[in-house]
């Protein structure tokens, strides 16, 4: 499901992956915005078409507002396709219980 996030005070395009065990946010964005990145040498990430490619580091509490609400994210650095963040299982998990209506395409939480 996509969602409508708020990076740097610049609405962004959002991917929720319950199958990513990271959030990744696109380098161009960590570019644009000048976010700090901590090398983190060496994780590699399989994408969609099955590529391995690897993080160059992580954006340490990454302030993402969704609909009013803000989160601090680590997110890890990747250069990927459409989206500019992907966001990951254990994120979602913080949000406690989630309500997915697929018919109005909304998440509620």
Known sequence: ???QV????????????????HTFIHSKVVGCL????????GLPVMVANGDRVSSLGVCLTT???????????????LNFGSFDLVVDIHWLRTLGTII??????SIAF
């Open 34 to 41: 000048g976010l700090p990145v901590t090398p983190r040498a």
């Open 6 to 21: 708020t990076v740097g005070a610049v609405q962004r395009r959002a991917l929720v992956d319950t199958s990513s065990m």
């Open 63 to 77: 302030w993402v507002t969704m609909h009013n609400e803000h989160f601090a994210i680590d997110c890890f650095t």
């Open 1 to 3: 499901m996509m969602l």
């Open 100 to 105: 997915w209506d697929f018919a109005a395409l």
